[in-house]
Structures are given as structure tokens and as C-alpha cells.
């Protein structure tokens, strides 16, 4: 049974910093895509990154040179480093992998399994 559990969320400044992680268990972790998803209150989930097995990486627009993306196979576990925080970047965030180990697109990669989230509040 696939688990992933995040951690590291919480209350920041406008311009602070989070690092926020996820661990997997119950599956070859190093072999599945991985990505992070957020939610704010009254909208649809949206992507916001994704890491390939190998490192490759993708991300949404909106984030692009403040967020990054990163794993470590040896510990199940990936990362999002969030600098520069926005009021709007205020959501729950939520890790998640398929059931595949094909993919085309980190974006379009087909995200089966989720976390519980963990929740990102920025103040103004």
C-alpha cells in the first residue's frame, strides 16, 4: 500500500521561506515520478512541480525561479524549497506519484496517490 506523508508547512511572512517534504513508503520510491499539487480554499487542485526518477524537473508558471523541486532516493523522500512567498501562494499542498513508472510529461503525468496535505498560510 502506497503512503506519503508531507510535513513542513505553516504561518510565514510575505518574502519568507518553507521547505516542505514527503515521504513515501510502500512502493520502489526511486522509480516513480513525483510531484506537489496545492489547493486554495474555492478552487481546483493545481500542479505546481514535478521531478522525474533521474532529477528532471518541471514547474507551473506561477512559481518558476522560487520553488524547487527535489528528492533523495536513498531517504523516500522529496522536497519543496518555497522562497520569496506569497499571500496567494496560501493553500494546502499535497504530494503526490502514480501507479506508473511511463510518463510523457512531468505535467500531464498521471498522479494516483496523494498525501493528507499540509497547510502553507502567507501573510501580507
Known amino acids: 500500500q502506497v503512503q506519503l506523508v508531507e510535513s513542513g508547512g505553516g504561518l510565514v511572512q510575505a518574502g519568507g521561506s518553507l521547505k516542505l517534504s514527503c515521504v513515501v513508503s510502500?512502493?520502489?520510491?526511486?522509480?516513480?515520478?513525483m510531484g506537489w499539487f496545492r489547493q486554495a480554499p474555492g478552487k481546483e487542485r493545481e500542479y505546481v512541480a514535478g521531478?522525474?526518477?533521474?532529477?528532471?524537473?518541471a514547474y507551473a508558471g506561477s512559481v518558476k525561479g522560487r520553488f524547487t523541486i527535489s528528492r533523495d532516493n536513498g531517504k523516500d523522500t522529496v522536497y519543496l524549497q518555497m522562497n520569496s512567498l506569497k499571500p496567494e501562494d496560501t493553500a494546502v499542498y499535497y504530494c503526490?506519484?502514480?501507479?506508473?513508472?511511463?510518463?510523457?510529461?512531468?505535467?500531464?503525468?498521471?498522479?494516483?496517490?496523494w498525501g493528507q496535505g499540509t497547510q502553507v498560510t502567507v501573510s501580507s
Open positions: 503526490g506519484t502514480g501507479q506508473t513508472t511511463r510518463w510523457v510529461t512531468l505535467e500531464s503525468y498521471k498522479f494516483a496517490y
Open positions: 521531478i522525474s526518477p533521474s532529477g528532471g524537473y
Open positions: 510502500g512502493r520502489t520510491f526511486s522509480s516513480y515520478p
